[in-house]
């Protein structure tokens, strides 16, 4: 089997998981009781938290665990806007983001604040000059995300994070994607709140993390015990938190190397498949682009024909976003970048991890040119396409 669908989740490390199990077996201590047995369950959530602040240049007391990137998203955004309801309504954010983000923002309109969602230029990149110019005396909130998680382009945060700095306007950003692929030294980052999970990044399902900037004042995720400072009760996920302590520690020791392999990896997809399949276009930008994300249409033909194909040799890969693929719905994304339905239904993602090899990229290379041959064969769209051309 071929793994090409990193950015929808990974394996988890074979190291990662022995660092769970102790966990889940003989420390299963409840990390707030004070005997010796949960020592070790506190010691190892207090590493991870201090193992990810270190890794994207946050201090320990700015990272918050959580159940998920969603609920991150969720946290920072619901909770944001609540708390500064009082001087405005007004969000702003982007059509590209992932649902996460934008479902956070369509409840919110439910409760009366008011959203502009920002649509990128056909690379899908936002130009902070649109932030600048969305922000009102209401404004109360930013959300743009880092990497996009469709077609791989990184946004300018630096630049719309400063802008929203000087305006007073908090600002988040969902780094899901990037966590482990662009360096992050947030301590020097005009980012207020930032999303964090740890199934893209070699560990288990279910636990995330929020970095949010000291002296920002939040609501609580949810009530309970005084877990995370009170800002998220709920008995801790201890191994699934020390299986995230584990992923970014072997991001410190090998992720620079693995991102450049990958990288190249990338850049032979995007350089073959056009080269071996007429009319197809690489989506998102073509530097501003996170390394494991290679993107495309494949026009005259739909998606889901050809995950079917590659799916029958065992490949795996996705087409729009992860929550969409599996209905006929285009991909919001690349809708919201110009491309018209009927290209916008080819869509193919391939995104990459530490494990791929290049002989894997040569065996898709191969694969792939016959499986859309085959079904443009059997493509209306396709049979159109040829007689307008031969007129
Ligand atoms: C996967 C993903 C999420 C959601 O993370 P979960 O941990 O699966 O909830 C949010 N944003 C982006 C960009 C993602 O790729």
Known sequence: MIYLDHAATTKVDPEVFAAMTPFLQDEYGNPSSWYKLAHSAANAINEARERLAEYVGASPREI???????????????????????????????????????????????????????????????????????????????????????????????????????????????????????????????????????????????????????????????????????KRGGTENVAGIAGLGKAIELLQEHGEQDNERITALRDKLLEGIPERIPHVIITGHRTQRLPHIASFCIRYIEGEGILLGLDEEDICASSGSACTSGSLEASHVLLAMGYPHEVAHGSLRLSLGRKNTEEEIDYVLEALPGIVARLREISPLWADAKREEEV
């Open 64 to 230: 918050y665990f959580t159940g998920c990137g969603t609920e991150s998203d969720n946290w920072a955004i619901k909770a944001a806007a609540r708390a500064k309801a009082d001087k405005g309504r007004h969000i702003i954010t982007s059509q590209i983001e992932h649902h996460a983000v934008l479902h956070s923002c369509q409840a919110l309109q439910q409760d009366g604040f008011e959203v502009t969602y920002l649509a990128p230029d056909k690379t899908g990149l936002i130009d902070p000059e649109q932030v600048a110019q969305a922000i009102r005396d209401d404004t109360i909130l930013v959300s743009i995300m880092h990497g996009n998680n469709e077609v791989g382009t990184v946004q300018p945060i630096e630049q719309i994070g400063a802008i929203c700095r000087e305006r007073g306007v908090l600002f988040h950003t969902d780094a899901v994607q990037t966590l482990g692929k662009l360096p992050l030294n947030l301590a020097d980052m005009p980012v207020d709140m930032a999303a964090f999970s740890a199934h893209k990044i070699h560990g288990p399902k279910g636990v995330g993390a929020m970095y949010l900037r000291r002296g920002v004042k939040l609501g609580s995720f949810m009530d309970g015990g005084g877990q995370e400072w009170g």
